[in-house]
């Protein structure tokens, strides 16, 4: 059973466009991480979002929680190649302990 | 300030095989995770360490796998004997407080597993 059901699981698109990954549970998380993982490397924490509605951005990333603490997106506005890479959305049911991964989105932006 | 190393960073052995994998987190940290990413599927939590204590060790598949970290440093996943089943990537991750809403779990490299 798939706890965090992330998609889409593969997007190609061409730089300059948008993109949004969504991930979705039917549990109550109380945080839930996003990560970008390059090829050979460990996942690496993009930010963490706590409170149900916030939105954090980071530079041309924005990040929703949803106001149920059950789903979360990604959007990437006006993507670039230096974008491509597999993001990894993570869901945490205590304050801290294990998390709980979804299958994980692997992003091509071609230039 | 090093991050998590995770050694070897390639293994392949054949099936029956006992492989040990080992995790040195980032200095301090007294939590340490262990995942398991295989073909396919999502990265999946194997078992926590607060310092030397096992935390939770729910997401352990059976008793062929055996996590230890005596004196709360390093820490070692013995595969034994290895199944086709247990290749995939072994992912490490340590964190300095656990109970902080935003605790930051720091992820090593990994150990590529392949069993033949």
């Known amino acids: 059973t798939q706890l965090l059901e992330q998609s889409p699981q593969f997007l190609s698109i061409q730089e300059g466009e948008n993109l949004t990954v969504y991930c979705n549970s039917s549990s109550v998380f109380s945080s839930l991480q996003w990560y970008r993982q390059e090829p050979g490397e460990g996942p690496v924490l993009l930010v963490t979002?706590?409170?149900?509605?916030e939105v954090k951005k980071l530079k041309r990333l924005t990040f929703q929680f949803g106001d149920a603490r059950k789903d979360s997106s990604l959007h990437i506005t006006a993507a670039q190649p230096g974008d491509t890479g597999l993001y990894l959305c993570?869901?945490?049911?205590?304050?801290?302990?294990?998390?709980?991964f979804g299958q994980g989105t692997e992003l091509s932006v071609k230039p | 300030e090093a991050g998590v190393t995770q050694f070897p960073s390639h293994s392949v052995i054949e099936k029956g095989q006992t492989v040990t994998l080992r995790c040195d987190p980032i200095?301090?940290?007294?939590?340490l995770y262990w995942y398991r990413r295989v073909m396919g599927k999502e990265i999946k939590f194997l078992l926590h360490?607060?310092?030397?204590?096992?935390?939770?060790e729910s997401g352990m598949p059976n008793n062929r796998f055996l996590a230890e970290r005596t004196g709360g440093t390093y820490s070692t996943l013995k595969v034994q004997p290895a199944e086709l089943e247990d290749s995939g990537v072994y992912f490490c991750a340590s964190s300095q407080e656990q109970g902080a809403i935003q605790e930051t779990q720091y992820f090593g490299p990994g150990t590529r597993l392949l069993v033949l």
């Open positions: 993570a869901g945490a049911y205590n304050q801290g302990g294990k998390l709980i």
């Open positions: 200095s301090g940290h007294d939590n």
């Open positions: 979002v706590v409170t149900g509605g």
């Open positions: 360490f607060v310092k030397e204590s096992k935390q939770d």
